[in-house]
């Protein structure tokens, strides 16, 4: 089993960036496909990144595509997605995500970012 504790939501404004980091406990974090979701007030639980194991292989959703990057460091038990050019579309409570190999799924507490515009 693995631990997923998100750390640096906030309120941002439009245009503004801001980096989200997911600390990962327990063993093998490399062997997990890690992700972000979002959530948006009344709205549906979303796609918004993925990076298999070794991060050499992201997808992104096309709404934050070319703005936000997800990177992991397998050293540190960490997954974290840089958020670029803020819209108040963005606005949503960001949920880590982890996956092992037989498609068991684990997720985080979640993070609130709030873009005002």
């Known amino acids: 089993q693995v631990q997923l504790q998100e750390s640096g939501g906030g309120l941002v404004q439009t245009g503004d960036s801001l980096r989200l980091s997911c600390a990962a406990s327990?063993?093998?974090?490399?062997?997990?496909?890690m992700g972000w979701f979002r959530q948006a007030p009344g709205k549906e639980l979303e796609f918004v990144a993925a990076?298999?194991?070794?991060?050499?292989?992201?997808e992104y959703a096309a709404s934050v595509t070319g703005r936000f990057i997800i990177s992991r460091d397998n050293d540190k038990n960490t997954v974290s997605l840089q958020m670029s050019n803020l819209k108040p579309e963005d606005t949503a409570v960001y949920y880590c995500?982890?996956?092992?190999?037989?498609?068991?799924?684990?997720w985080g507490q979640g993070a609130q970012v709030t873009v005002s515009s």
């Open positions: 990076c298999n194991w070794n991060g050499n292989d992201d």
């Open positions: 327990g063993r093998a974090f490399s062997s997990y496909a």
């Open positions: 995500h982890a996956r092992d190999y037989r498609d068991y799924e684990y």
